[in-house]
């Protein structure tokens, strides 16, 4: 069992950063792959950006390229999600996720491979 907890979240105007954090606990987080997630209001979850087991590989989405940069700190058992630029589109709730499987590059977009979830953060930015 993994538990996750994420932070950071909170109200930004538009062209503002915010750092997200999601910590670990319960397992080895070195052994699972960890992404983001967000869900805005009326909408699906869509996958955000993904980091490989040691960091070395990341993942972003095409509307946050640029924009967001993931990262992890396995001392500290943390995944970040930094994000600059922010755009009034990108208010929702941001979810932290790890899965423990052997996942492709093509499966870390795809939530139904995560087992662990955070509760999730509110982010909203005001244009």
């Known amino acids: 069992q993994v538990q996750l907890v994420e932070s950071g979240g909170g109200l930004v105007q538009a062209g503002g950063s915010l750092r997200l954090s999601c910590a670990a606990s319960?397992?080895?987080?070195?052994?699972?792959?960890a992404a983001w997630f967000r869900q805005a209001p009326g909408k699906e979850r869509e996958f955000v950006a993904a980091i490989s087991r040691t960091g070395v590989n990341t993942y972003h989405t095409d509307s946050v390229r640029g924009r967001f940069t993931i990262s992890r700190d396995n001392a500290k058992n943390t995944v970040y999600l930094q994000m600059n630029s922010l755009r009034p589109e990108d208010t929702a709730v941001y979810y932290c996720a790890a899965s423990a499987y052997v996942l492709t590059p093509s499966q870390l977009y795809d939530e139904v491979k995560y087992t662990y979830w955070g509760q999730g953060t509110q982010v909203t930015v005001s244009a």
């Open positions: 319960g397992r080895t987080f070195s052994n699972y792959h």
